[in-house]
T-cell receptor
Framework: AQSVTQPDIHITVSEGASLELRCNYSYGATPYLFWYVQSPGQGLQLLLK??????LVQGIKGFEAEFKRSQSSFNLRKPSVHWSDAAEYFC???????????FGTGTRLKVLA | GAVVSQHPSRVICKSGTSVKIECRSL??????MFWYRQFPKQSLMLMAT?????????EQGVEKDKFLINHASLTLSTLTVTSAHPEDSSFYIC????????????FGPGTRLTVL
């Protein structure tokens, strides 16, 4: 069965600092991988996705993620965080065939001015 | 990109009443729609998957008689919370997938349900 782990429940960084949010997955085949961001009371916004090909994926808002098959990881990175990046971040794995998504528990990002 | 809408965005109802939430794909045909539930400060949990013209498939632990899902057309799915109780209060999010979206689901903005 597929599963997603986001080890960090909360992360606090200073504005301008770099950011890395961790995501580890369990899936028997090559997964479809996604990162979403959610502001309080809002829906999900897709930051980036990986289906195949280049393992370094560029997304919106300056985010990128790297798929590492050997580590079953898909960590999200940003070189310089802005105060507006404060939100909840979810990693998700999509299953081939059923297209069901399993979401991680989320990481809440706080940005200090 | 593909757009999915939900209506209403917020609903408050009395305990014991039923509430219907609509999910529409605005610019593509949604062969599959998914319904998620999100409790405050928690992740999204898949409730059910519906394919157009077929009965919905519910995840383990989700009461199908409580959460009625209808996917009668390629652009509309509805979730009806029957005999709602305060513990049903939650954020409900739908998503849709079609041939045009390939491997990706597109998410609606969510519906906040509060049961008094």
């Amino acid at each position: 069965a597929q599963s997603v782990t986001q080890p960090d429940i909360h992360i606090t960084v200073s504005e301008g600092a770099s950011l890395e949010l961790r995501c580890n997955y369990s899936y028997g085949a090559t997964p479809y991988l996604f990162w979403y961001v959610q502001s309080p009371g809002q829906g999900l916004q897709l930051l980036l996705k990986y289906f195949s090909g280049d393992t370094l994926v560029q997304g919106i808002k300056g985010f990128e993620a790297e798929f590492k098959r050997s580590q079953s990881s898909f960590n999200l990175r940003k070189p310089s965080v802005h105060w507006s990046d404060a939100a909840e971040y979810f990693c998700a794995v999509g299953a081939q065939g059923t297209y069901k998504y399993i979401f991680g528990t989320g990481t809440r990002l706080k940005v200090l001015a | 990109g593909a757009v999915v809408s939900q209506h209403p965005s917020r609903v408050i109802c009395k305990s014991g009443t039923s509430v219907k939430i609509e999910c529409r794909s605005l610019d593509f045909q949604a062969t599959t729609m998914f319904w998620y539930r999100q409790f405050p400060k928690q992740s999204l949990m898949l409730m059910a998957t519906s394919n157009e013209g077929s009965k919905a498939t519910y995840e383990q632990g989700v009461e199908k008689d409580k959460f009625l899902i209808n996917h009668a057309s390629l652009t509309l799915s509805t979730l009806t919370v029957t005999s709602a109780h305060p513990e049903d209060s939650s954020f409900y999010i739908c998503s849709a997938k079609g041939l045009a979206t390939h491997n990706e689901q597109f998410f609606g903005p969510g519906t906040r349900l509060t049961v008094l």
